[in-house]
């Protein structure tokens, strides 16, 4: 079985400061992991997948995340963000075809 | 674009009510899943299904039941609703390794 651990409930920044949302995670085969974000009143959407290659993936909203094997760690970041980065960050990680959530990650962007 | 979308956006019944919770997408999709998400907790997985008429119980099935006749279809059924299955929930199909999420129906039993 595998378990996923976001450190934080709520992250509160202010625009165009750089923010990470940390994810960490535990399992007993190889996984694949995921961030996903949920916008007020919306479903999730997909913002970037670590499937294999390279650790450092980039996804959508200029977001990327870094999988480090040795701290199982697939932290978020963002150099710059912006008030419409406002939502709710899930990180996953995914053995076989299912998909352990994380218990979700608030992000406040203040002006 | 892969589309996911569920029947309801919201939805009040009532405590012993059977409740049908529609899920449908349009990708040809094999694998179907029902979560709901209450705060705090994340996304739980209800059940799942990999193929029409197959089922598989996820982390909290207790009180709900799924039908799959079709493809594109994946139905969640509350079989006798209660205070505390009100939560969001959310359909997903999946494609290429990530999950393709609905916009979810809130549901509110009282």
């Known amino acids: 079985a595998q378990s996923v651990t976001q450190l934080d409930s709520q992250v509160p920044v202010f625009e165009e400061a750089p923010v990470e949302l940390r994810c960490n995670y535990s399992s007993s085969v190889s996984v694949y992991l995921f961030w996903y974000v949920q916008y007020p009143n919306q479903g999730l959407q997909l913002l970037l997948k670590y499937l294999s290659g390279s650790t450092l993936v980039k996804g959508i909203n200029g977001f990327e995340a870094e999988f480090n094997k040795s701290q199982t760690s697939f932290h978020l970041r963002k150099p710059s963000v912006h008030i419409s980065d406002t939502a709710e960050y899930f990180c996953a990680v995914r053995a076989g075809n299912m998909l352990t959530f994380g218990g979700g990650t608030r992000l406040m962007v203040k002006p | 674009d892969v589309k996911v979308t569920q029947s309801s956006r919201y939805l009040v019944k009532r405590t012993g009510e059977k409740v049908f919770l529609e899920c449908v997408q349009d990708?040809?999709?094999?694998?179907m899943f029902w979560y709901r998400q209450d705060p705090g907790l994340g996304l739980r997985l209800i059940y799942f299904s990999y193929d029409v008429k197959m089922k598989e119980k996820g982390d909290i099935p207790e009180g709900y039941s799924v039908s799959r006749e079709k493809k594109e279809r994946f139905s969640l059924i509350l079989e006798s609703a209660s205070t505390n299955q009100t939560s969001m929930y959310l359909c997903?199909?999946?494609?290429?390794?990530?999950?393709?999420f609905g916009p979810g129906t809130r549901l509110t039993v009282t």
């Open positions: 997903a199909s999946t494609h290429s390794g990530g999950q393709y």
């Open positions: 990708m040809d999709h094999e694998n």
